[in-house]
Each structure stands twice: as C-alpha cells, then as structure tokens.
C-alpha cells in the first residue's frame, strides 16, 4: 500500500515534469522562435526539486496521499512558465523561492512528525497569528503597496505575514473548535425553527469577525478577511453542523462588508470598478477590463504560450495571472486550472473524511478550504463574479510569501494523510494480511 | 462531521462551477464582443510588428502602407496623401490603436484570418508574408475634389453609387495627418493625441462626422416624409393640394410653425418638394402621414438601425419612435390617430425636433430613391489582393433593404430632378446630364434660430439610363455667420464634385 502510493506519485511527478518543461519550451518558442538555452539545466532542475519533494515524503510521510504532491508541483510548474514568458527577472526569483518552498516542505515533514502536537500550542500560535496579522499595521514595519497595508519590511526583505498567519489561525481554530465542541454545539433558545446558541459562545464568531473586520478596514486587504472568516466559518460547520452559525455569520459578514463599503472609499471604489468596468476603461476599470480582453482573445483554445500579449495587464504575474494563462492557453488552460484546484480540494478533503481524530479532521478540511476557496476568490475576482480582492492564486502566482506558505500547508496535508493512513492500519491490523 | 465535510465539499465544487461558467461567459459567448469593444487594443499591438497590407484607391494610389525602420518599432505606418483619407483609413498606432479601416479589415491587412494563414502545407513550415492589400472603392481625383470644393469650411461630401452602395468620395473637414499616430516618434504622436482631445468634438479632426456625426436633416429629409405619403396613404404627387400660406398650426398646439423667411408656399406634395415648403410637409406629416408610418418609413431608410457599413461604431440615424398616446383623430380620410405629441410629429416631418441624421444616411436616401427604391449597404471595401498580387476576396454588392416601390421611387424622382430644374435645388443642375436634388436648411438649435447648417442631396447619371451618382453634402454653421442655404452653400460644392465624377464615369467631357 504504502510503496503503491509513492511509486504512483514518482510517476505522476515524471508526467508533471514532462509537462511543464514541454510548457516552458512552447512558451519560449511562441516568444522568440527558439528552443531556449537552458532547457537541459532547467530540466534537470525540476527534476531534482520533484524528487527531492518525492524523497523527503517517501521518507517522512511514506503512507500520504499520492495526488497531493504532483498537483501542486503542476500548478507550480504552470505558474512558473507563465511567469518566465511574462518576466524573465521574476522567473529567477519564483525559482528560488519555489527551491525555499520546498526545503520548507521537507522541513515541515521531518520537524513535525505528528500533527496533534500542535494543538497543545493553540495559544501561542493565535498569539503569533494575530501578530502576524497586525504586523504590517506597526510603524516602521509595515508597507503598503499597490494600496494593500499587508507587507513587512525587515532589512531589505519585504514579505505577507497574512500568508503564514493563515496556517497559524487554521491550526489555532481547529485546535479551540475541538476543545469548545460539546459548549459550541449546545442548543440554547429556538427562535423560528433555528436554534440560537448562547450569546457567550458566539464569542469567537465576533472575535473573528472583528479580526477580519480590522484587517478589510486597516489593511485594505478583503480577499484576505472574507479568506480568514470564511475558514472561521467553515470550521464551526464542520464541527457543529448547524445551519444557525452559518446564519448568523453571513449576515454579520454581510452587515460589516456593507458597513464598510459605506464608509469607506476604496471599498467603493472597488465595488464601482467590480459593477462598471467598462464606465471607465482607461482608468479605474483598465485592470479588469484588459484581463477580460485577454480572456476573450484566448477564446476556446488560446491565442498560443507566448503569442499573446498580455503583459499590459497590470499585475498580471500575480493577481491576475489566471488572465495570463487564459489568453495564452484559452478556457481549455483555465479549465485545466480550475480542474487540478478541484482535484486538490478533493484529495484534501478526502484526507479529512479518513481522519479519525476530530483535530486532524478539522484542520486538514481548514488547510483544504484555506487552498480552494483562496483560488475561488482571486479567479472570482479575475473573471467579475465577485469584486477584486488582492490575493494570490495558490503555488501559481508570483509572490515568495505566498509559495513558501503554501508548500508549507501542503506538508501539514500530507502529514495528515500519512497519519490518518497509519491509524487505519494499525487499528485494522488484519486488512494487510487480508490483502 | 464526515457528512458537513462533504457539505462544505460540495459548497466548494459549486464555487469552482460559477468560475466555469463564468469563464465560458467571458472566453466564448461574450468574446466576439469584448474583441470589438473600442477600447480593445490587443490586436493592434500584436500586429504591430508584422507586416501590413497596403490600403489602394480604386484607381491605384496608394493611401496607406508600412514601412521598416530602425528603433523600438520594427514599422511605421504612412499616409502619404495626409488627412485626405483619415476618416477612411483611421490611423494604426501603437499606442492608440486603430480606427477606420485599419480597425475593420486589420486581421486581414495583418494577415491574420484564418483563411490567410495557410495555402498550403508549405507554409505551415514556412515563415510568409500573409498580409492583404486593400483596394477600396474611393476614386483619387474626385475625393481631391470633394475636398477641395467643400474648402476650409466645417462639414462633409459624401458620394456613392446608388447601384451598388460602393463609395466614391467620403470627405470631412477638419481632418487630420494619420501618420502622425502611425509613425515610430511616439511623442509626436503623443503630443498630437492630447491636442486633439483637448478640443470640443465639434473641432476635434479626429471625428470622421460624415458616418460618426449626427445632425438635423432640415427639408431634406422631407424625401422621407414624401416617400411615407406615398408609400402608406392614398396621397400622389399631385393629390391632395395643401393651403397656401405662410404658417401651419399642427392640432393640440397654438404654436405655428413657419415657412422659410415667412415665405407663404402650399400646393401639392411636388409643388411642396420643388420650394420646400415647410407647411405643406408639416401638415402631410402630422395629419395624413401620421406617426406610424413616418417610422416605418424612416426606419426602412435605415434610421434608428446601425449602418451595415464597413467602418467601426459608425452613428444611428435616429427618427423618434414614440410621439405619445393617442388623444384623438383627425378629420381626414381616412382618419389618422391625433397623439399627445402631434406637434412635434409636425416638426419631425421637416426634419426638425429629435430628427437627426450622419451625412452617410443623407446619401443613402439620396441613393435610394435614384436607385428605383432600393437601398445597397454601403461599403468602402472593393477586393483584398495578396503579396502575389492575386485576388483573394472581391466585394459582392448587397441589398440593404427595399424601401419604395419602383412606381413611388420613379415619382420622387421626377420631384426631385423638378427641384434641380426649377426649384430650391437649381445650383445644382448640370446640361446634358439627369440631375435631381433636394436642399435643407436646418436649425442648430432653438438658441440659435439664425444659425443654420446647409445640405444638400441629390443624384446624377446620364439621360438614358439608371443615375449612377448620389451624394450628400453639408456645410456646418459657422457660429455668428448667420444662415447657410443648401441651395447656396451646398448645392455648388455638390455640383463640382458630380461634374468631377461624370467627368470620371465618361459621361461628360
């Protein structure tokens, strides 16, 4: 069972490789007619980082989930010949960071052989959660950039502490979920049919919506609150199952997202651009309305990896990357991408269901929620279904913070997995036998 | 826990099914539309750096073309008549964009439809060039004409062939040098740009208004309101016979509407077309013609419809289409409905109230009735040639829509070439030749009665057969200058550029 797994893997991680170096020598000649000059080396380099990856889990996390690791490799590797064809400098430095995120992957895996040790630690990591939170608020650290308030500054390294907090709070709130389950899930007063629970437990709804609420309004960061608050959220779902909680944090997430858009001007601002893109489509809609020239001139199958133009679309190694790869590639690349985020929310959420200790459950469906509902909500944005809000697109958009993150909750998934695959078969010895 | 898990899964694949649709929204089903949106530029600046057909007058000059050069641009794009062909042509920029027929045809100047692409399997191997040449259908000397009659006045010539909807002259003052945009100076360009919009649109050369522009049609557009008497009621050229008189109250109203310079005119219907007279075509409109018919008619023309023209966003014609609810009769027989905006039915029968028409729609009224009642789409594109000189795609001539019935077209007809012989529209007879015309004289605007622009449309063609002009001039008013005539500021320039184009056609010596 155990080898099945990882030999699957090796060789969905040989195809992932094959792909997107074929990716990277397609882009390359859309570009400029030529095979590029450092295709061996960058062959070899992917090949190395895959296994390096496949190594460490082969040794680490033997039983895990084989789709988890070869997904994300994928994406990553999409993101990078995306990035290499719109920017050749960011293409380095996603390199580097892609080689940091991975040695943090494999150090995830060796220095945290169980999960559950910590949920001892809940306090101090929401401490450390709520500091990295507020961290870009602190004079002197924080900057602000492109509007959002969500860098630090450390000597001449800028990084988003949000992108590490939300691993922390993930673990936090599972680990506070699980030990205030049974008060949680107590029926106070039933008002029309819905139970209401206790005002005092409601607590840590309107903590964390308080949290979200100051991170919208300080930080300019939305994508980044409705992300913390959704995870609250789903969590409290998961544990308690009760449509009330659902409820009642829709409507204070809704009454704060209103409350905020009258208050303030770049809320608005964001909401005009989001309704009327086209009002002003030299100004203030120009982002939004090039990604969606961009979209439409990739049409059903793309303009061709490097024939587009969509370099003058503003962020578009980041935010809008989605828009990058749907110009180029057509909707059957951003249907590809919405294809492996789903098999990834998938395989995550399967790890949930086989976990048999309520922690585990909780934090591998947060981390997976933390994955999938983050690319809902920047391609949401890329595409108009709901108005921009800045965040990344997991393991495929530019950013250091965001990849070094991710590739970290990816090792706490698959520690997870392989832990949930170990109980299993040690409380049913015979099933081995029986195979 | 296990079954909210699978619930907050499938909350989850819903999310991702919205991003789906969405994308198919965006990627299929609105593409071809966000590909034409103005602002879009993404062709353009992918074709750029390719190269580019070249855009030829009928009669062979060369009006656009590309060459390399050293720099940033691997092209520059010329035009080496300068602002003669600007509202035709448009201009191809790298930071701008195009517009005119280097937006319309500019996949297949850039070589980039898929017809284009390969002829062979060769050239899926092969790097060639694909580009198209463009001839169009403009003749040289007679749009250096049109432009040298209308002179440094603000307005527009417009000359087509009322048998195919080719055209043959397409003028506007002000106009504008294209290479300026088209060139690899990007700060000339720049510069150039920001002047030009620092203008009002009225002055801005960029504006090509004799298919962008909209303005009162004034009488002329009484060959609209003629066609809808004829078409629609029992009414003849000669029957029924209106008061003579100098002014017409419409019903449910005590404001009388005037003939021009308080003249006193009536008659019938080509009495009323030969002198233009306002009170005869105000009454036919408000109570003969009535509402219904008049928009139909107008309609039929090709108001309140986008013009089928080859050219991006040209303007809507517009004829109004709602007058009000019905408050009564009229006396008449048969009776019409009388609405709550009779009155300005009235005005809108002389080409007055919300009327409002481009040049190009003047024309195409023009060429309709010379062309027996039919109306061509109109279109500047006469064939693509390749890089061998071998004809790709050659412009097929297609109806528009059939307006007037042969009989109706012929009576117009005869109004018409009556107003050229002895009516309003005499400065724009030619001997020897069959001319029909009809002249306006339309208001700016209720602030300024005594400014008026001065039109003029009209047709010609030899005795003996089918007309093969048609044409529509307006001179703009000039603020302060008082009132411009179509039978004296128009007809003459018309009249030059119809001898220059007979001239061409071998009609006339």
């Given at each position: 069972?155990?080898?099945?797994?990882?030999?699957?893997?090796?060789?969905?991680?040989?195809?992932?490789?094959?792909?997107?170096?074929?990716?990277?020598?397609?882009?390359?000649?859309?570009?400029?007619?030529?095979?590029?000059?450092?295709?061996?080396?960058?062959?070899?380099?992917?090949?190395?980082?895959?296994?390096?990856?496949?190594?460490?889990?082969?040794?680490?996390?033997?039983?895990?989930?084989?789709?988890?690791?070869?997904?994300?490799?994928l994406l990553n590797g999409i993101g990078y010949f995306v990035i290499a064809r719109l920017d050749k400098d960011l293409a380095g430095l996603q390199a580097t960071w892609t080689l940091?995120?991975?040695?943090?992957?494999?150090?995830?895996?060796?220095?945290?052989?169980?999960?559950?040790?910590?949920?001892?630690?809940?306090?101090?990591?929401?401490?450390?959660?709520?500091?990295?939170?507020?961290?870009?608020?602190?004079?002197?650290?924080?900057?602000?950039?492109?509007?959002?308030?969500?860098?630090?500054?450390?000597?001449?390294?800028?990084?988003?502490?949000?992108?590490?907090?939300?691993?922390?709070?993930?673990?936090?709130?599972?680990?506070?979920?699980?030990?205030?389950?049974?008060?949680?899930?107590?029926?106070?007063?039933?008002?029309?049919?819905?139970?209401?629970?206790?005002?005092?437990?409601?607590?840590?709804?309107?903590?964390?919506?308080?949290?979200?609420?100051?991170?919208?309004?300080?930080?300019?960061?939305?994508?980044?609150?409705?992300?913390?608050?959704?995870?609250?959220?789903?969590?409290?779902?998961?544990?308690?199952?009760?449509?009330?909680?659902?409820?009642?944090?829709?409507?204070?997430?809704?009454?704060?997202?209103?409350?905020?858009?009258?208050?303030?001007?770049?809320?608005?601002?964001?909401?005009?651009?989001?309704?009327?893109?086209?009002?002003?489509?030299?100004?203030?809609?120009?982002?939004?309305?090039?990604?969606?020239?961009?979209?439409?001139?990739?049409?059903?199958?793309?303009?061709?990896?490097?024939?587009?133009?969509?370099?003058?679309?503003?962020?578009?190694?980041?935010?809008?990357?989605?828009?990058?790869?749907?110009?180029?590639?057509?909707?059957?690349?951003?249907?590809?991408?919405?294809?492996?985020?789903?098999?990834?929310?998938?395989?995550?959420?399967?790890?949930?269901?086989?976990?048999?200790?309520?922690?585990?459950?909780?934090?591998?469906?947060?981390?997976?929620?933390?994955?999938?509902?983050?690319?809902?909500?920047?391609?949401?944005?890329?595409?108009?279904?709901?108005?921009?809000?800045?965040?990344?697109?997991?393991?495929?958009?530019?950013?250091?913070?965001?990849?070094?993150?991710?590739?970290?909750?990816?090792?706490?998934?698959?520690?997870?997995?392989?832990?949930?695959?170990?109980?299993?078969?040690?409380?049913?010895?015979?099933?081995?036998?029986?195979? | 826990?296990?079954?909210?898990?699978?619930?907050?899964?499938?909350?989850?694949?819903?999310?991702?099914?919205?991003?789906?649709?969405?994308?198919?929204?965006?990627?299929?089903?609105?593409?071809?539309?966000?590909?034409?949106?103005?602002?879009?530029?993404?062709?353009?600046?992918?074709?750029?750096?390719?190269?580019?057909?070249?855009?030829?007058?009928?009669?062979?000059?060369?009006?656009?073309?590309?060459?390399?050069?050293?720099?940033?641009?691997?092209?520059?794009?010329?035009?080496?008549?300068?602002?003669?062909?600007?509202?035709?042509?448009?201009?191809?920029?790298?930071?701008?964009?195009?517009?005119?027929?280097?937006?319309?045809?500019?996949?297949?100047?850039?070589?980039?439809?898929?017809?284009?692409?390969?002829?062979?399997?060769?050239?899926?191997?092969?790097?060639?060039?694909?580009?198209?040449?463009?001839?169009?259908?403009?003749?040289?000397?007679?749009?250096?004409?049109?432009?040298?009659?209308?002179?440094?006045?603000?307005?527009?010539?417009?000359?087509?062939?009322?048998?195919?909807?080719?055209?043959?002259?397409?003028?506007?003052?002000?106009?504008?040098?294209?290479?300026?945009?088209?060139?690899?100076?990007?700060?000339?360009?720049?510069?150039?740009?920001?002047?030009?919009?620092?203008?009002?649109?009225?002055?801005?050369?960029?504006?090509?208004?004799?298919?962008?522009?909209?303005?009162?049609?004034?009488?002329?557009?009484?060959?609209?309101?003629?066609?809808?008497?004829?078409?629609?009621?029992?009414?003849?050229?000669?029957?029924?016979?209106?008061?003579?008189?100098?002014?017409?109250?419409?019903?449910?109203?005590?404001?009388?509407?005037?003939?021009?310079?308080?003249?006193?005119?009536?008659?019938?219907?080509?009495?009323?077309?030969?002198?233009?007279?306002?009170?005869?075509?105000?009454?036919?409109?408000?109570?003969?013609?009535?509402?219904?018919?008049?928009?139909?008619?107008?309609?039929?023309?090709?108001?309140?419809?986008?013009?089928?023209?080859?050219?991006?966003?040209?303007?809507?014609?517009?004829?109004?289409?709602?007058?009000?609810?019905?408050?009564?009769?009229?006396?008449?027989?048969?009776?019409?409905?009388?609405?709550?905006?009779?009155?300005?039915?009235?005005?809108?029968?002389?080409?007055?109230?919300?009327?409002?028409?481009?040049?190009?729609?003047?024309?195409?009224?023009?060429?309709?009735?010379?062309?027996?009642?039919?109306?061509?789409?109109?279109?500047?594109?006469?064939?693509?040639?390749?890089?061998?000189?071998?004809?790709?795609?050659?412009?097929?001539?297609?109806?528009?829509?059939?307006?007037?019935?042969?009989?109706?077209?012929?009576?117009?007809?005869?109004?018409?070439?009556?107003?050229?012989?002895?009516?309003?529209?005499?400065?724009?007879?030619?001997?020897?030749?069959?001319?029909?015309?009809?002249?306006?004289?339309?208001?700016?605007?209720?602030?300024?009665?005594?400014?008026?622009?001065?039109?003029?449309?009209?047709?010609?063609?030899?005795?003996?057969?089918?007309?093969?002009?048609?044409?529509?001039?307006?001179?703009?008013?000039?603020?302060?200058?008082?009132?411009?005539?179509?039978?004296?500021?128009?007809?003459?320039?018309?009249?030059?550029?119809?001898?220059?184009?007979?001239?061409?056609?071998?009609?006339?010596?």
């Amino acid at each position: 069972m155990k080898s099945r797994n990882r030999n699957i893997e090796f060789f969905l991680l040989l195809f992932v490789a094959v792909l997107v170096v074929a990716g990277y020598v397609l882009a390359s000649l859309g570009r400029s007619s030529s095979i590029p000059a450092n295709i061996v080396p960058f062959l070899i380099g992917i090949l190395l980082l895959l296994l390096l990856a496949h190594l460490a889990v082969r040794k680490f996390a033997p039983r895990a989930d084989f789709s988890l690791l070869p997904l994300a490799g994928l994406l990553n590797g999409i993101g990078y010949f995306v990035i290499a064809r719109l920017d050749k400098d960011l293409a380095g430095l996603q390199a580097t960071w892609t080689l940091i995120g991975v040695v943090a992957f494999v150090a995830t895996l060796v220095l945290i052989p169980q999960v559950r040790r910590l949920e001892q630690y809940r306090y101090i990591l929401m401490t450390i959660g709520i500091v990295f939170l507020i961290m870009p608020l602190i004079p002197g650290f924080g900057r602000e950039i492109n509007g959002a308030k969500i860098w630090v500054s450390i000597g001449s390294i800028n990084f988003q502490p949000g992108e590490f907090a939300k691993i922390v709070l993930a673990i936090f709130f599972s680990a506070y979920i699980v030990e205030k389950r049974d008060v949680l899930s107590t029926t106070g007063v039933s008002r029309f049919g819905i139970a209401i629970p206790e005002l005092r437990h409601l607590g840590p709804i309107l903590l964390a919506w308080g949290v979200s609420l100051i991170v919208m309004v300080a930080e300019k960061d939305l994508g980044s609150s409705l992300l913390f608050f959704t995870l609250f959220v789903a969590l409290l779902w998961i544990s308690t199952g009760k449509i009330s909680y659902l409820i009642m944090s829709g409507a204070l997430f809704s009454g704060g997202a209103l409350l905020a858009w009258s208050q303030f001007s770049h809320v608005q601002e964001r909401v005009d651009i989001w309704l009327r893109p086209f009002d002003d489509p030299t100004g203030d809609g120009y982002q939004i309305v090039q990604s969606s020239f961009a979209l439409a001139e990739g049409g059903f199958t793309g303009t061709g990896l490097g024939v587009g133009t969509p370099e003058n679309i503003p962020a578009v190694e980041t935010d809008f990357i989605l828009a990058a790869i749907g110009e180029e590639l057509g909707l059957v690349g951003t249907t590809a991408v919405l294809t492996l985020f789903l098999l990834l929310v998938g395989s995550g959420l399967k790890i949930a269901l086989t976990s048999t200790r309520p922690f585990e459950k909780l934090l591998s469906a947060g981390l997976t929620t933390l994955l999938g509902f983050q690319a809902f909500i920047i391609i949401a944005g890329v595409v108009r279904l709901l108005p921009l809000t800045g965040v990344t697109l997991p393991f495929v958009s530019y950013g250091g913070s965001s990849l070094l993150a991710n590739w970290v909750l990816l090792a706490l998934l698959l520690r997870i997995s392989d832990e949930a695959r170990r109980d299993e078969t040690d409380e049913n010895p015979t099933r081995m036998g029986a195979g | 826990m296990n079954r909210n898990i699978r619930i907050l899964g499938i909350a989850l694949i819903l999310c991702f099914v919205a991003l789906f649709v969405q994308l198919n929204r965006i990627q299929i089903f609105q593409q071809k539309e966000l590909q034409e949106n103005p602002s879009n530029m993404r062709s353009v600046v992918r074709d750029f750096n390719r190269e580019r057909g070249e855009i030829i007058t009928i009669d062979g000059e060369i009006i656009a073309e590309s060459f390399k050069v050293e720099g940033q641009l691997e092209y520059e794009r010329t035009y080496p008549y300068g602002d003669l062909y600007a509202h035709s042509t448009g201009f191809f920029s790298f930071q701008y964009g195009a517009d005119g027929l280097e937006r319309y045809y500019n996949d297949q100047l850039a070589g980039q439809k898929e017809t284009q692409q390969f002829n062979s399997l060769k050239d899926i191997f092969t790097v060639t060039d694909t580009s198209a040449d463009l001839t169009i259908t403009i003749n040289h000397s007679l749009q250096e004409t049109a432009k040298e009659a209308l002179g440094e006045r603000n307005g527009s010539v417009v000359v087509v062939d009322p048998r195919t909807g080719a055209i043959l002259a397409f003028w506007s003052y002000p106009s504008y040098d294209p290479s300026i945009f088209g060139s690899s100076d990007l700060q000339a360009g720049e510069k150039a740009w920001e002047e030009y919009s620092s203008l009002p649109t009225g002055e801005d050369p960029r504006l090509p208004k004799m298919y962008r522009e909209i303005f009162f049609p004034g009488s002329t557009f009484k060959l609209v309101t003629a066609s809808a008497a004829l078409t629609s009621t029992s009414a003849t050229l000669t029957e029924p016979e209106f008061d003579i008189r100098a002014t017409y109250t419409p019903p449910l109203t005590t404001f009388p509407l005037q003939n021009y310079a308080g003249s006193t005119c009536g008659g019938d219907i080509l009495e009323g077309l030969r002198v233009s007279c306002n009170t005869t075509f105000a009454e036919l409109a408000a109570e003969i013609v009535g509402a219904e018919s008049l928009i139909e008619t107008s309609e039929k023309f090709g108001f309140n419809e986008i013009p089928p023209i080859d050219l991006p966003s040209p303007a809507e014609s517009i004829f109004p289409n709602d007058f009000g609810k019905q408050v009564g009769e009229t006396d008449n027989e048969p009776p019409i409905p009388i609405l709550e905006n009779t009155p300005a039915l009235a005005q809108s029968g002389i080409g007055q109230f919300n009327v409002k028409a481009t040049p190009l729609q003047m024309a195409l009224v023009a060429a309709t009735i010379a062309n027996d009642g039919i109306l061509m789409k109109p279109h500047l594109m006469d064939s693509f040639t390749d890089q061998n000189g071998e004809l790709i795609e050659v412009y097929k001539p297609l109806i528009w829509q059939s307006v007037l019935s042969r009989q109706d077209a012929l009576s117009l007809q005869l109004a018409m070439e009556m107003t050229a012989a002895s009516g309003t529209a005499t400065n724009l007879a030619i001997p020897g030749v069959v001319v029909g015309g009809k002249t306006g004289t339309a208001q700016v605007d209720a602030d300024r009665p005594d400014d008026t622009h001065g039109w003029i449309v009209g047709y010609a063609g030899p005795n003996d057969r089918e007309s093969t002009l048609a044409i529509a001039v307006i001179v703009e008013s000039v603020p302060g200058q008082g009132q411009l005539t179509g039978g004296t500021d128009a007809a003459p320039i018309a009249k030059e550029v119809l001898l220059e184009a007979l001239k061409i056609q071998g009609f006339l010596e």
